[in-house]
């Protein structure tokens, strides 16, 4: 009997083994033949289950090649080091949709084949959302849309505070309407200030409209942008929690109704219809006025080396499908971006006036990556969000931040 | 006669000897199990680790797995780094403090508990909350309560008239709220282990201690504490070898900031290796190192004191 029950229980494990090195084996992107068979595609919105439009699109983009697609969501922090770790073990999904400035760190790595290669035509899309994906005169994937920031404002606290949106165009501008939101009793502005790349994503859009450069961070121009945030700290208009607040949380905060302003992406477009009071989004302002650049957001459709370079050819049919005019709309409709090509902004301008400003945002945007600096832009970043917690937190002068980070840039990038 | 015995005798020897060859081979197999566990488990990842240090690492290298060897150079470059000392003191000073307040009011409470009151079963299970939570659930509503502007912490200070502090925003609390924070999850592993610690020793102890007029206070200090020192040796060890690589925690509060206020080593070696969009595995797995190290360390202080106990 005991004999009997254990073979049995060989036998399953071993159904449960080999039934599952079947179903791996053939998913895996060196697996497959190269005519028809599985294509792998990992993207980074696990948000969306298979009965979403996004999915949809995807199954119905690999039926049209004629293959099957099998999708994976990830969480887009754990998306790089999952595709370096598959480019290891010669495993890399046949199409990487990753975030922007990831792209020159996993080309950098050799893990990303070329747009040429892959004869893909990027010639549509707007050339400074599509140079975050280029390095050294060499195009790496194609954007699939942008998101970006822009200052989203309490329609109410800023009536009630006597302040004209549309008159803010400046820096000067923005602090005095902080000055008599606060004089109202109301808070001024909440951003994200918090120690990792995010902070430094909300704070490049008031650096780059001092006009200062990521290669020189302690430049005049660099130290004015950090005391401009320092001041609304220091003067009450921004709260203290920036400091730890990730975007959604400052967003949250804003939702809650007290603050006049909060810098937040093009994302929360939808959740600004659910806070129940009427809002208004007015473009980031430079120093001297106009728009401010602000980096782009959004990721880019990259394809990954493979080992049986005959794959491409059904590669490129997918690519080419995901950012076709059409399903760019789709796709970037549900992910509330902005269409990477000017035709597409066109139609989603068309079809949601209330998407001008972040088309405007986006053409005036830039690529964290961009100037070539590629995987240089990680060693400033980090340096550059030390110094701004620093300074803001009180335990250093906004000049003396920004020139010890950049001691510590310049020795990393050197 | 004695030729058969003595063939008798070396027949038996053989089958011995045969028995303990298969007998050794059987032992292996029983073996096997747990040894290719450790070592796929154990010594492989800790390996892994130890080549990961002393390479110099760049994306494109992780990738293609042809690293060159560099010998000391990312500990070089770690010791070197402005973050190291900083970094250093904060681990100290977060696993010392977290300790000495977790074993302390650990032990009060287990004394406490001790007493068999009415409820106190309730009571002791209620302690244990904190263990039970997930780790993402108690730090987050920590960092909620210590937020500077809406946080239930403030708002209580402000009831008293006490200006608010910036508890995780300012480079001279941050450090501490976390350590607090630590401190709370602590204490239900401690009294739980000083708990059933005191149960072992025997009442004899301490009605004898009483018939000789020895106070509460002697009772405590001559006899539960002496008597309890093996568990207490224990758990400081298990807390001293967990609190050092406290990382979730941290970073879920504070991110190590503001500006590395209360980075440790486990925090820092996150961030080399995952924290920003370019992963510098090498430093990351030397700072990982020296945290072995150091618990290596207490390990190995525990076995020389366990030795002189004996």
Same mark, same amino acid.
């Given at each position: 009997?005991?004999?009997?029950?254990?073979?049995?229980?060989?036998?399953?494990?071993?159904?449960?083994?080999?039934?599952?090195?079947?179903?791996?084996?053939?998913?895996?992107?060196?697996?497959?033949?190269?005519?028809?068979?599985? $294509?792998?595609?990992?993207?980074?919105?696990?948000?969306?289950?298979?009965?979403?439009?996004?999915?949809?699109?995807?199954?119905?983009?690999?039926?049209?090649?004629?293959?099957?697609?099998?999708?994976?969501?990830?969480?887009?922090?754990?998306?790089?080091?999952?595709?370096?770790?598959?480019?290891?073990?010669?495993?890399?999904?046949?199409?990487?949709?990753?975030?922007?400035?990831?792209?020159?760190?996993?080309?950098?790595?050799?893990?990303?084949?070329?747009?040429?290669?892959?004869?893909?035509?990027?010639?549509?899309?707007?050339?400074?959302?599509?140079?975050?994906?280029?390095?050294?005169?060499?195009?790496?994937?194609?954007?699939?849309?942008?998101?970006?920031?822009?200052?989203? $404002?309490?329609?109410?606290?800023?009536?009630?505070?006597?302040?004209?949106?549309?008159?803010?165009?400046?820096?000067?501008?923005?602090?005095?309407?902080?000055?008599?939101?606060?004089?109202?009793?109301?808070?001024?502005?909440?951003?994200?200030?918090?120690?990792?790349?995010?902070?430094?994503?909300?704070?490049?859009?008031?650096?780059?409209?001092?006009?200062?450069?990521?290669?020189?961070?302690?430049?005049?121009?660099? *130290?004015?942008?950090?005391?401009?945030?320092?001041?609304?700290?220091?003067?009450?208009?921004?709260?203290?929690?920036?400091?730890?607040?990730?975007?959604?949380?400052?967003?949250?905060?804003?939702?809650?109704?007290?603050?006049?302003?909060?810098?937040?992406?093009?994302?929360?477009?939808?959740?600004?219809?659910?806070?129940?009071?009427?809002?208004?989004?007015?473009?980031?302002?430079?120093?001297?006025?106009?728009?401010?650049?602000?980096?782009?957001?959004?990721?880019? *459709?990259?394809?990954?080396?493979?080992?049986?370079?005959?794959? $491409?050819?059904?590669?490129?049919?997918?690519?080419?499908?995901?950012?076709?005019?059409?399903?760019?709309?789709?796709?970037?409709?549900?992910?509330? $971006?902005?269409?990477?090509?000017?035709?597409?902004?066109?139609?989603?301008?068309?079809?949601?006036?209330?998407?001008? *400003?972040? *088309?405007?945002?986006?053409?005036?945007?830039?690529?964290?990556?961009?100037?070539?600096?590629?995987?240089?832009?990680?060693?400033?970043?980090?340096?550059?969000?030390?110094?701004?917690?620093?300074?803001?937190?009180?335990?250093?002068?906004?000049?003396?931040?920004?020139?010890?980070?950049?001691?510590?840039?310049?020795?990393?990038?050197? | 006669?004695?030729?058969?015995?003595?063939?008798?005798?070396?027949?038996?020897?053989?089958?011995?000897?045969?028995?303990?060859?298969?007998?050794?081979?059987?032992?292996?197999?029983?073996?096997?199990?747990?040894?290719?566990?450790?070592?796929?488990?154990?010594?492989?990842?800790?390996?892994?680790?130890?080549?990961?240090?002393?390479?110099?690492?760049?994306?494109?290298?992780?990738?293609?797995?042809?690293?060159?060897?560099?010998?000391?150079?990312?500990? %070089?470059?770690?010791?070197?780094?402005?973050?190291?000392?900083?970094?250093?003191?904060?681990? &100290?000073?977060?696993?010392?403090?977290?300790?000495?307040?977790?074993?302390?009011?650990?032990?009060?409470?287990?004394?406490?508990?001790?007493?068999?009151?009415?409820?106190?079963?309730?009571?002791?299970?209620?302690?244990?909350?904190?263990?039970?939570?997930?780790?993402?659930?108690?730090?987050?509503?920590?960092?909620?309560?210590?937020?500077?502007?809406?946080?239930?912490?403030?708002?209580?200070?402000?009831?008293?008239?006490?200006?608010?502090?910036?508890?995780?925003?300012?480079?001279?609390?941050?450090?501490?709220?976390?350590?607090?924070?630590?401190?709370?999850?602590?204490?239900?592993?401690?009294?739980?282990?000083?708990?059933?610690?005191?149960? !072992?020793?025997?009442?004899?102890?301490?009605?004898?201690?009483?018939?000789?007029?020895?106070?509460?206070?002697?009772?405590?200090?001559?006899?539960?504490?002496?008597?309890?020192?093996?568990?207490?040796?224990?758990?400081?060890?298990?807390?001293?070898?967990?609190?050092?690589?406290?990382?979730?925690?941290?970073?879920?509060?504070?991110?190590?900031?503001?500006?590395?206020?209360?980075?440790?080593?486990?925090?820092?070696?996150?961030?080399?290796?995952?924290?920003?969009?370019?992963?510098?595995?090498?430093?990351?797995?030397?700072?990982?190192?020296?945290?072995? &190290?150091?618990?290596?360390?207490?390990?190995?202080?525990?076995?020389?004191?366990? %030795?002189?106990? !004996?």
């Amino acid at each position: 009997m005991s004999t009997l029950r254990s073979a049995a229980a060989l036998a399953l494990a071993a159904c449960l083994l080999t039934g599952c090195s079947n179903s791996t084996g053939t998913g895996s992107g060196d697996g497959g033949s190269a005519a028809g068979g599985d $294509y792998q595609i990992w993207d980074p919105y696990p948000q969306f289950d298979d009965s979403s439009d996004w999915v949809k699109l995807l199954t119905k983009c690999g039926t049209d090649a004629g293959v099957t697609v099998k999708r994976t969501g990830y969480d887009t922090t754990d998306l790089t080091n999952k595709a370096l770790l598959a480019a290891q073990q010669g495993n890399s999904p046949d199409v990487l949709i990753v975030d922007n400035p990831v792209v020159s760190t996993l080309a950098d790595a050799g893990v990303l084949t070329t747009a040429d290669e892959l004869k893909v035509d990027t010639s549509a899309v707007e050339p400074n959302l599509l140079a975050a994906g280029q390095i050294g005169g060499k195009t790496y994937g194609i954007p699939i849309g942008a998101n970006t920031l822009a200052l989203y $404002y309490n329609k109410k606290i800023l009536d009630a505070a006597e302040v004209d949106p549309t008159a803010i165009k400046d820096w000067a501008s923005l602090t005095s309407a902080l000055e008599k939101v606060k004089a109202s009793g109301k808070k001024g502005i909440t951003f994200s200030a918090i120690g990792t790349e995010e902070g430094s994503f909300q704070f490049l859009p008031w650096f780059w409209g001092a006009g200062a450069n990521l290669t020189q961070l302690d430049s005049p121009q660099g *130290v004015a942008s950090l005391e401009l945030w320092n001041g609304w700290l220091k003067n009450g208009y921004a709260p203290n929690s920036v400091l730890n607040n990730t975007q959604t949380t400052s967003w949250q905060e804003f939702a809650a109704g007290d603050f006049a302003f909060s810098e937040n992406g093009t994302w929360q477009l939808a959740n600004a219809k659910k806070t129940g009071f009427e809002y208004g989004i007015i473009p980031i302002p430079s120093q001297a006025g106009g728009t401010a650049p602000a980096p782009t957001g959004g990721e880019f *459709v990259t394809a990954p080396v493979q080992s049986e370079t005959a794959r $491409y050819a059904v590669t490129e049919k997918l690519i080419a499908c995901l950012t076709s005019a059409d399903n760019a709309l789709t796709t970037d409709t549900t992910l509330s $971006y902005i269409a990477a090509t000017e035709a597409v902004q066109q139609k989603q301008v068309a079809a949601n006036s209330e998407l001008t *400003v972040w *088309v405007e945002a986006v053409k005036a945007a830039k690529g964290r990556t961009s100037d070539d600096l590629g995987t240089k832009y990680p060693k400033i970043s980090q340096p550059l969000w030390t110094a701004f917690q620093a300074a803001l937190s009180g335990s250093a002068s906004p000049a003396d931040a920004l020139k010890t980070a950049q001691t510590t840039a310049a020795a990393a990038t050197k | 006669m004695t030729t058969e015995v003595s063939s008798l005798v070396r027949t038996r020897e053989n089958t011995a000897r045969v028995r303990r060859g298969r007998g050794h081979w059987t032992a292996w197999a029983f073996l096997a199990p747990i040894v290719i566990y450790l070592l796929a488990f154990y010594a492989y990842p800790l390996y892994r680790n130890l080549d990961l240090s002393l390479r110099h690492y760049t994306v494109r290298s992780f990738v293609q797995g042809d690293a060159p060897f560099s010998g000391l150079d990312n500990y %070089r470059d770690v010791f070197a780094d402005p973050a190291f000392g900083p970094a250093f003191l904060h681990t &100290l000073t977060f696993t010392v403090v977290s300790i000495a307040f977790q074993f302390a009011i650990g032990l009060a409470l287990a004394v406490f508990f001790a007493q068999n009151f009415r409820l106190s079963a309730t009571l002791r299970a209620l302690f244990l909350v904190p263990w039970l939570l997930p780790l993402i659930v108690s730090a987050s509503t920590w960092s909620w309560m210590l937020n500077s502007d809406s946080g239930i912490v403030n708002h209580a200070l402000g009831l008293i008239g006490v200006d608010p502090v910036n508890w995780l925003t300012s480079p001279d609390w941050a450090l501490t709220s976390v350590i607090i924070a630590n401190i709370w999850i602590g204490i239900p592993f401690n009294l739980v282990v000083l708990y059933s610690g005191l149960q !072992a020793i025997p009442c004899e102890i301490y009605e004898a201690a009483a018939l000789d007029g020895a106070n509460g206070r002697q009772r405590f200090w001559r006899v539960t504490f002496p008597l309890l020192r093996p568990v207490s040796a224990i758990t400081l060890l298990l807390g001293l070898v967990y609190t050092l690589k406290v990382f979730d925690l941290i970073w879920i509060m504070t991110k190590g900031g503001p500006a590395d206020a209360s980075t440790t080593f486990a925090t820092w070696s996150y961030r080399f290796s995952f924290g920003s969009l370019l992963p510098e595995f090498g430093p990351g797995a030397a700072v990982g190192n020296l945290l072995i &190290l150091m618990a290596l360390f207490f390990g190995l202080l525990y076995i020389r004191f366990q %030795r002189r106990q !004996a």
